[in-house]
């Protein structure tokens, strides 16, 4: 069991940026990975980055160059640097991470309450 708390969203103007972070909490035996969603509305929710236990990163062709995934392993938390934003980047977006059962070893995604982020023209 993960609980997943995500922070930073607001509103910023196009060009702007913002920070958000996420840090999990709960039973679990370890995070293999984990990243950063998106849902505008009348869309569905899509990849932004993800980031493994490796530190291997994975962007949606979108925001390749203006965002950063990173993680802070120590305390189970994953930052997203958003820079140059757009107002096609407003959206929620959710943190997930994929956890190890403790009892089980088998891997469980878990997702966070999500945050909005909102830019303007």
């Known amino acids: 069991q993960v609980h997943l708390v995500e922070s930073g969203g607001g509103l910023v103007q196009a060009g702007g940026s913002l920070r958000l972070s996420c840090a999990a909490s709960g039973s679990f035996f370890s995070i293999n990975a984990m990243g950063w969603y998106r849902q505008a509305p009348g869309k569905q929710r899509e990849l932004v980055a993800t980031i493994t236990n490796g530190d291997s990163t994975n962007y949606a062709d979108s925001v390749k160059g203006r965002f950063t995934i990173s993680r802070f392993n120590a305390k189970n938390t994953v930052y997203l640097q958003m820079n140059s934003l757009k107002p096609e980047d407003t959206a929620v977006y959710y943190c997930?991470?994929?956890?190890?059962?403790?009892?089980?070893?088998?891997?469980?995604?878990?997702w966070g309450q999500g945050t909005q982020v909102t830019v303007s023209s």
């Open positions: 997930n991470a994929r956890a190890i059962a403790v009892t089980t070893f088998l891997a469980y995604d878990y």
